[in-house]
């Protein structure tokens, strides 16, 4: 359920998290996962499905989304520019940015767009998960992007093995050197809560984390 506290601003669940009491009701948990995947659909993956005008950093006008989800889809006459903004303030990934009445996704595009405004990685250590059968490859050849525009990477071997566990039981974990790769002149940005985006990632900045490392870190979770 996604709800507004007068005093705390928008959350999501049946009370204010910081003052645990009972907010304004935006909308349910199945109007707020339909629209979640309308927006992502929208703004990573086919904007002009619905008609939407996006620029080259991938922004899109809000008023005009709303509009738009209210043509193609049924049920969502009630949707207004505070429900988009509600749902991006508190997306648990930080997939969303809103801005002077535009919205974006900030990472996970196949479409074209540069989201080089992004502000730019201040960590100097990321990871990248891969499967066993993928690693000597990824570690000989670099990393590159295949379903998304972008190489995603992630600030922890944690939220790594997270990521990889979408794909694969048991992902192996790749380290990146980003002190070294920034210095030469790659381009990290911070573009979620936990995910980094760059163009690629040489294989000279590439190394296996431990496999005990790994266990360590999954059997303390």
Same mark, same amino acid.
């Given at each position: 359920?996604?709800?507004?506290?007068?005093?705390?601003?928008? #959350?999501?669940?049946?009370?204010?998290?910081?003052?645990?009491?009972?907010?304004?009701?935006?909308?349910?948990?199945?109007?707020?996962?339909?629209?979640?995947?309308?927006?992502?659909?929208?703004?990573?993956?086919?904007?002009? =499905?619905?008609?939407?005008?996006?620029?080259?950093?991938?922004?899109?006008?809000?008023?005009?989304?709303?509009?738009?989800?209210?043509?193609?889809?049924?049920?969502?006459?009630?949707?207004?520019?505070?429900?988009?903004?509600?749902?991006? /303030?508190?997306?648990?990934?930080?997939?969303?940015?809103?801005?002077?009445?535009?919205?974006? /996704?900030? #990472?996970?595009?196949?479409?074209?767009?540069?989201?080089?405004?992004?502000?730019?990685?201040?960590?100097?250590?990321?990871?990248?998960?891969?499967?066993?059968?993928?690693?000597?490859?990824?570690?000989?050849?670099?990393?590159?992007?295949?379903?998304?525009?972008?190489?995603?990477?992630?600030?922890?071997?944690?939220? /790594?093995?997270?990521?990889?566990?979408?794909?694969?039981?048991?992902?192996? +974990?790749?380290?990146?050197?980003?002190?070294?790769?920034?210095?030469?002149?790659?381009?990290?940005?911070?573009?979620?809560?936990?995910?980094?985006?760059?163009?690629?990632?040489? /294989?000279? #900045?590439?190394?296996?984390? =431990?496999?005990?490392?790994?266990?360590? +870190?999954?059997?303390?979770?």
């Amino acid at each position: 359920m996604l709800s507004e506290c007068e005093e705390h601003g928008y #959350y999501r669940g049946e009370l204010c998290p910081t003052c645990n009491k009972n907010g304004k009701f935006l909308m349910n948990e199945n109007e707020l996962n339909s629209l979640s995947r309308i927006i992502a659909g929208a703004l990573r993956h086919f904007p002009e =499905k619905l008609g939407l005008m996006m620029d080259g950093k991938g922004w899109v006008d809000i008023s005009s989304l709303i509009d738009a989800i209210g043509t193609a889809r049924s049920g969502f006459n009630w949707l207004r520019v505070h429900h988009i903004e509600a749902l991006a /303030a508190t997306d648990p990934r930080g997939r969303y940015q809103i801005d002077g009445g535009m919205v974006r /996704a900030t #990472y996970g595009h196949t479409i074209e767009v540069s989201p080089d405004d992004l502000p730019l990685a201040e960590l100097d250590e990321f990871y990248y998960p891969v499967t066993e059968e993928e690693a000597d490859m990824v570690i000989e050849g670099g990393l590159h992007p295949t379903d998304r525009k972008k190489v995603h990477l992630s600030g922890s071997v944690e939220k /790594a093995i997270e990521a990889g566990k979408v794909r694969t039981e048991a992902p192996l +974990i790749l380290k990146i050197d980003g002190k070294k790769a920034k210095k030469a002149g790659l381009k990290i940005y911070h573009a979620g809560k936990d995910v980094y985006i760059t163009d690629g990632i040489d /294989a000279k #900045y590439l190394s296996k984390v =431990k496999k005990s490392e790994i266990k360590k +870190i999954e059997e303390k979770d």
